[in-house]
């Protein structure tokens, strides 16, 4: 009796093991590599840097004053599409690129500190031969990324444009950080699958981006991309970015914000606290645009972010 009770036990576990796995199988998005064969057939460039291959763009006349965007937490470069376009035609010499573990750049197996980001965004413009001042625009977390940069590199900084930031701040470690093949298991299972859709609340007017999802998508099918999307979290729970945000609004160089009244990924009345840590800043207020208004309002967000990188 108890061999067969301790038998059909086992043969439930394995069933009940093999039946998540086929769901885990399934939902898994993620069935292809980064490799040669890829990076050969995407639009763009590649450099080999310490942590691997970095995905990039820049364009643009030689001799322009250089203006590097950061994007946001999760979106590739072409988050910075109409904004690239922008700048080009006005004569600016323009990089953008995708962050370690987003779009078609490497995902590393490490920690995702800003200290990732910054060796990153150094060795990059290294790599490409850009050694004199530039001007820094970050997006969302892209505003965390050129706050470092700015705080550890001063003199290599000529001006800061803000678009919706976001920092780092204490919060709780996620559950199930400690024991990450589980909580990847359980993330592709139960909640990766509506992260293409949940970009969509970046938007005030989300029914004129119906493409949005299915380009976040592309990105998801590649290995790592949860891993390392996971791992962002985890790097950074305990990380407060007050002081490095007050430090570089010390320095006399100019600062523009910019930011979507409507936005209801990074609220607006953030703006109020950043303005006083940023003496020498100003904020432009643009009504009718969520978090990413420079596709919202284009003809808005473009015009006054040329003339102020041409002053």
Same mark, same amino acid.
């Given at each position: 009796?108890?061999?067969?009770?301790?038998?059909?036990?086992?043969?439930?576990?394995?069933?009940?093991?093999?039946?998540?796995? @086929?769901?885990?199988?399934?939902? %898994?998005?993620?069935?292809?590599?980064?490799?040669?064969?890829?990076?050969?057939?995407?639009?763009?460039?590649?450099? &080999?840097?310490?942590?691997?291959?970095?995905?990039?763009?820049?364009? *643009?006349?030689?001799?322009? $004053?250089?203006?590097?965007?950061?994007?946001?937490?999760?979106? $590739?470069?072409?988050?910075?599409? $109409?904004?690239?376009?922008?700048?080009?035609?006005?004569?600016?010499?323009?990089?953008?690129?995708?962050?370690?573990?987003? *779009?078609? @750049?490497?995902?590393?197996?490490? %920690?995702?500190?800003?200290?990732?980001?910054?060796?990153?965004?150094?060795?990059? &413009?290294?790599?490409?031969?850009?050694?004199?001042?530039?001007?820094?625009?970050?997006? @969302?977390?892209?505003?965390?990324?050129?706050?470092?940069?700015?705080?550890?590199?001063? #003199?290599?900084?000529?001006?800061?444009?803000?678009? %919706?930031p976001g920092f780092r701040y204490p919060s709780a470690t996620p559950s199930f950080s400690g024991l990450p093949s589980v909580w990847g298991f359980f993330t592709a299972i139960f909640d990766e699958r509506y992260w293409p859709q949940q970009q969509m609340g970046d938007f005030l007017h989300p029914d004129r981006f119906p493409d949005w999802p299915s380009r976040y998508s592309v990105q998801m099918r590649y290995k790592g991309f949860r891993r390392s999307r996971l791992a962002e979290f985890v790097s950074n729970a305990g990380e407060d970015q *007050?002081?490095?945000?007050?430090?570089?609004? #010390?320095?006399?160089?100019?600062?523009?914000?910019?930011?979507?009244?409507?936005?209801?990924?990074?609220?607006?009345?953030?703006?109020?606290?950043?303005?006083?840590?940023?003496?020498?800043?100003? &904020?432009?207020?643009?009504?009718?645009?969520?978090?990413? $208004?420079?596709?919202?309002?284009?003809?808005?967000?473009?015009?006054? &972010?040329?003339?102020?990188?041409?002053?």
């Open positions: 009796m108890q061999k067969r009770w301790i038998a059909g036990l086992v043969i439930s576990v394995v069933l009940v093991v093999g039946g998540l796995w @086929s769901i885990y199988s399934y939902a %898994d998005p993620e069935k292809l590599e980064l490799n040669d064969t890829v990076r050969e057939s995407t639009p763009g460039n590649f450099v &080999l840097l310490s942590h691997g291959y970095t995905h990039y763009e820049i364009g *643009g006349p030689e001799n322009g $004053p250089v203006v590097v965007l950061a994007a946001g937490f999760s979106v $590739p470069y072409y988050i910075w599409d $109409p904004t690239y376009k922008a700048l080009t035609d006005a004569g600016f010499r323009v990089l953008r690129y995708d962050y370690y573990g987003r *779009g078609y @750049s490497d995902r590393p197996v490490t %920690d995702y500190k800003v200290d990732l980001h910054i060796t990153q965004l150094n060795e990059l &413009l290294e790599k490409i031969h850009i050694a004199g001042p530039i001007d820094l625009v970050g997006l @969302s977390f892209g505003g965390s990324v050129i706050t470092t940069f700015a705080y550890r590199y001063p #003199e290599r900084v000529r001006k800061l444009v803000y678009m %919706d *007050g002081d490095e945000i007050a430090r570089v609004g #010390e320095h006399p160089r100019p600062v523009l914000v910019i930011w979507g009244k409507q936005d209801k990924t990074v609220l607006f009345s953030n703006s109020e606290w950043l303005m006083k840590l940023l003496p020498n800043g100003r &904020l432009l207020a643009v009504e009718e645009a969520g978090h990413l $208004p420079q596709w919202e309002q284009p003809n808005v967000v473009h015009p006054e &972010l040329i003339a102020f990188l041409s002053q």
